[in-house]
């Protein structure tokens, strides 16, 4: 990517209007010891819906959208959250994948990092394998947590990055808060695509693509949290991919993508990661898809569908509703 086209020239705009913004957008903005920046968008601060909307787009590296829309009159749970992307492997696989972990050394700190930041880095063998390389002054990473990262994980990541602790900016999103909330829940096309990589589907035919989760209601409690915004794209999360080829691979493409296909499907994540000790790496990780998907093969026209949502489970994870 030459200059002024690359991910993270693309992202920095992004993130200097929400700093902008960070006033009506209830977000804490300060330096770190060492310079870098970091955006509170739910630990101290209150962050919010509209924060976590455009939280996404920076993650999606400015190549993609987001949206809280409306769904079924019908459905207990009506709000959606909506993304769509003109680039899904670069949008979502290239940035808005949350692939690069990051842990101090004895404080207890953990997070995977999304964002551009990651081109940056090449620490990733999926980064590597997508060919992308690129240097930039100024760097994004979003962070899934609920405490400030300290001050040496936050130089090493700089560092790693290739810019200066002045050109870093971390936003950080518990699980627990709106802002998070509205950003788990628009990965459903991210980790479709995951789930696509993962099945050997080859990324070149990917073409488009558009989906969306409903909006979970946050929660206090870390794991209950963590449940419903995994359970919003397992039991109702839905995806339209646009490939191109032949049928049969967007046929079975249909037919496996579904988190229905995983024999851990069925029960409320939460219960899942219970089920493990809470250990991550235990768990299936097809489980991770939509509920629905449908596969749009643009040489011939034809469109192929599996799974099905459950919004039995979808309100019992939920906490109910009426």
Request: aromatic share 6%; proline share 7%.
């Amino acid at each position: 990517m030459g200059d002024g086209e690359g991910l993270n020239a693309r992202t920095q705009p992004l993130v200097e209007e929400l700093v902008a913004d960070r006033k009506w957008l209830r977000l804490g903005v300060d330096r770190g010891s060492g310079g870098a920046r970091l955006v509170d968008a739910g630990i101290a601060a209150r962050g919010g819906l509209e924060a976590g909307r455009r939280v996404t787009e920076i993650a999606l590296a400015g190549l993609g959208r987001a949206a809280l829309v409306p769904g079924d009159p019908g459905a207990t749970w009506r709000w959606r959250v909506a993304v769509t992307t003109c680039d899904p492997v670069l949008a979502c696989l290239g940035s808005q994948y949350a692939g690069w972990l990051l842990s101090g050394e004895g404080d207890g700190f953990f997070a995977l990092g999304s964002g551009p930041g990651r081109v940056l880095a090449g620490r990733e063998a999926l980064i590597r394998e997508l060919g992308l390389t690129e240097s930039a002054d100024a760097t994004c990473l979003v962070l899934e947590t609920d405490q400030r990262p300290p001050d040496g994980l936050v130089a090493r990541v700089a560092a790693d990055c290739g810019v200066a602790p002045e050109g870093l900016t971390l936003i950080l999103l518990p699980t627990s808060s709106l802002a998070g909330t509205v950003q788990i829940a628009a990965r459903v096309l991210e980790v479709a695509m995951h789930k696509v990589h993962a099945l050997g589907f080859p990324l070149s035919r990917l073409v488009d693509g558009a989906g969306s989760a409903p909006l979970p209601p946050p929660s206090p409690d870390f794991v209950t949290a963590m449940g419903r915004t995994n359970d919003a794209i397992l039991f109702d999360g839905e995806v339209h991919l646009f490939v191109t080829g032949p049928e049969d691979p967007a046929r079975r493409l249909a037919r496996d993508l579904p988190s229905s296909s995983s024999p851990d499907y069925g029960r409320p994540f939460a219960e899942v990661f219970r089920a493990y000790d809470g250990d991550f790496s235990r768990i299936d990780p097809l489980l991770f898809s939509p509920a629905r998907v449908a596969v749009t093969n643009v040489d011939s026209g034809r469109t192929f569908r599996g799974g099905e949502g459950d919004p039995d489970a979808l309100n019992a994870s939920f906490g109910g509703g009426s």
